[in-house]
């Protein structure tokens, strides 16, 4: 099945600092979408970004597309202890199989 | 508008013990979804339904049932409870907008099987 793949697994960084996760698939998409998971919750969407768009802003989150690369990258600049998570990417399959699947997630530790 | 509802938030069963994790949906979303997340670990999914009447097997659907009579319902089943599937159980539900799918995540039932 089509999902993606973040990198780093792992990132810990200092209040205030920026943290940078990526996301590779393998197929061409139609959107691609990133999530997080405060620990022992669910998960929660965060933002969008279609195929025909290149960077998306929303708040202190920065997404990149580069569909050539077959990748993404979110930014989330000058991190707050809150940001400590597990975030994930997601791609949306184009067969009529509508269920998400995620990877395993990068776990963002921001030290205050 | 409650989003996702899932009951119980915590279960402990015994070896061989059948159960059933409830979720409920109130934005009338056609496509539901269980996952299991094991410690460390990503969301795995189980079964999942493109809408009332229709269910399909997800990544790891051994042990586990699903029905779907009504859009708000999806009832997981654990058939004979084995430790293997102490996990916390999520529950998603979500809509197709010209192909943009976001999904609405409950807050999850810890289980544990001894």
């Known amino acids: 099945s089509q999902q993606g793949e973040e990198d780093p697994q792992a990132l810990s960084i200092q209040e205030g600092e920026n943290a940078t996760m990526n996301c590779s698939y393998k197929?061409?998409?139609?959107?691609l979408q990133w999530y997080r998971q405060n620990s022992g919750r669910g998960l929660v969407h965060l933002i969008l970004?279609?195929?025909?768009?290149r960077e998306k802003h929303s708040g202190r989150l920065r997404v990149t597309l580069d569909t050539s690369k077959k990748s993404s990258s979110l930014l989330i600049t000058a991190s707050r202890a809150a940001d400590t998570a597990s975030y994930f990417c997601?791609?949306?399959?184009?067969?009529?199989?509508?269920?998400?699947?995620f990877g395993s997630g990068t776990r963002l530790q921001v030290q205050p | 508008n409650a989003g996702v509802t899932q009951t119980p938030k915590f279960q402990v069963l015994k070896t061989g013990q059948s159960m059933t994790l409830q979720c409920a949906q109130d934005?009338?979303?056609?496509?539901m979804s269980w996952y299991r997340q094991d410690p460390g670990m990503g969301l795995r999914l189980i079964h999942y339904?493109?809408?009332?009447?229709?269910?399909d097997q997800g990544e790891v659907p051994n042990g586990y049932n699903v029905s779907r009579s009504t859009t708000e319902d999806f009832p997981l089943r654990l058939l004979s409870a084995a430790p293997s599937q102490t996990s916390v159980y999520f529950c998603?539900?979500?809509?197709?907008?010209?192909?943009?799918?976001?999904?609405?995540f409950g807050q999850g039932t810890r289980l544990t099987v001894v």
């Open positions: 998603a539900s979500s809509y197709s907008k010209g192909g943009n799918t976001e999904a609405f």
């Open positions: 970004i279609r195929s025909n768009e």
């Open positions: 997601y791609i949306p399959l184009d067969t009529g199989r509508r269920a998400l699947t």
């Open positions: 934005m009338n979303h056609e496509y």
């Open positions: 339904s493109v809408g009332a009447g229709i269910t």
């Open positions: 197929t061409s998409i139609n959107n």
